[in-house]
């Protein structure tokens, strides 16, 4: 018998066994309770929300109030009083708030990760990584506080005209928020590349500001962006933070007037002023619903599925691309 078959054989036996059997159940088991639940809770969503737009709901023989889902996508004003439901005033901020992060996270969190993958010694890394992976840990309604209390009076400093809750607070806390995935994906990303190749750039007479930029960061692209669509859905979903620091008033709020700079009524394409107003994000929404006098089974209740699976939309839709952009730009070594 050779020692493939005996090797074999002993591997049947051990896997055949009661403990081992018992393992791979459990396991199983917990696959399978993870599946379940992510498909719960997007059927949850469906079939609530469709029962909140008035075609499905005929279909499915509702009788209750309901809404258009043209009004609900296109509409620009969102008065759950009034039966006003479009939930571009809510998505406008949110994007205003993922947009606003993103400017700070990014660059941040790249930065961090070629210091500490490139340049930073061994103690220093041991001191700084754990120290970035515990400003992950703050609560979130802390971040909230944080950024009403110190955040938005140094705003008012600069520029006086800036409300109490205003966009600008929310996008810079909320991107201190996701510095520490940015940095962490993104260090990981480029600790994974083979010292052979910054060998040939230092071979080649680079320093190690260019290898760093010219030949890493290149080489682990896909990691870099994973954590850039993976740190902005966590922006978009981002619920105590914004929902104290940006307000309670929901308004349409355009960052890119062009159709009004084209016309002559806006003097720049980037309207960066809106960011001192107030607004009400999606899931700073959701959390005002909750929090009021629901009657379950109402148009109020409903839109609050309806949010959510606008929310779960736009979240899956940048997961997708994170995908592709990983799959387009992945380097094997």
Request: glycine fraction near 8%; aromatic fraction near 10%.
């Amino acid at each position: 018998m050779s020692t493939d078959d005996i090797v074999a054989d002993l591997t049947a036996q051990r896997q055949n066994s009661p403990v081992e059997l018992g393992v791979r159940s459990f396991l199983f088991a917990c696959a399978v309770l993870s599946v379940v639940t992510t498909v719960s809770i997007i059927l949850l969503l469906v079939f609530e929300a469709s029962q909140f737009f008035t075609v499905t709901a005929n279909l499915l023989g509702v009788d209750a109030e309901t809404a258009s889902i043209v009004d609900f996508l296109t509409g620009t004003t969102w008065q759950v009083g009034n039966r006003q439901f479009g939930v571009l005033a809510l998505v406008s901020a949110t994007l205003l708030i993922t947009i606003g992060s993103a400017a700070i996270a990014i660059p941040f969190g790249v930065a961090t990760a070629i210091y500490l993958s490139e340049y930073a010694a061994r103690r220093h890394q041991a001191i700084l990584k754990p120290a970035l992976e515990v400003l992950a840990g703050i609560p979130t309604v802390v971040y909230g506080f944080f950024a009403l209390i110190y955040i938005t009076p140094f705003i008012k400093r600069i520029f006086p005209e800036t409300g109490t809750f205003n966009l600008f607070a929310a996008s810079v806390v909320v991107g201190i928020m996701i510095i520490p995935m940015v940095a962490s994906i993104s260090e990981d990303a480029m600790s994974a590349v083979p010292d052979s190749l910054r060998e040939a750039g230092y071979g080649m007479g680079a320093t190690k500001f260019d290898v760093s930029t010219g030949i890493v960061v290149p080489a682990a692209l896909s990691g870099i962006f994973s954590s850039f669509i993976l740190a902005l859905s966590r922006a978009i979903g981002e619920t105590m933070a914004v929902t104290v620091a940006a307000g309670a008033q929901a308004k349409y709020l355009n960052p890119f007037p062009i159709l009004e700079f084209l016309g002559g009524q806006a003097p720049l394409p980037v309207n960066i002023a809106v960011y001192q107003e107030g607004a009400l994000p999606m899931t700073a929404a959701m959390v005002k619903l909750l929090t009021g006098d629901l009657e379950a089974g109402g148009i109020e209740y409903q839109s609050l599925f309806a949010i959510g699976l606008t929310l779960f939309a736009i979240t899956l839709a940048m997961n997708i691309i994170s995908d592709l952009i990983a799959q387009r730009y992945r380097e094997e070594y």
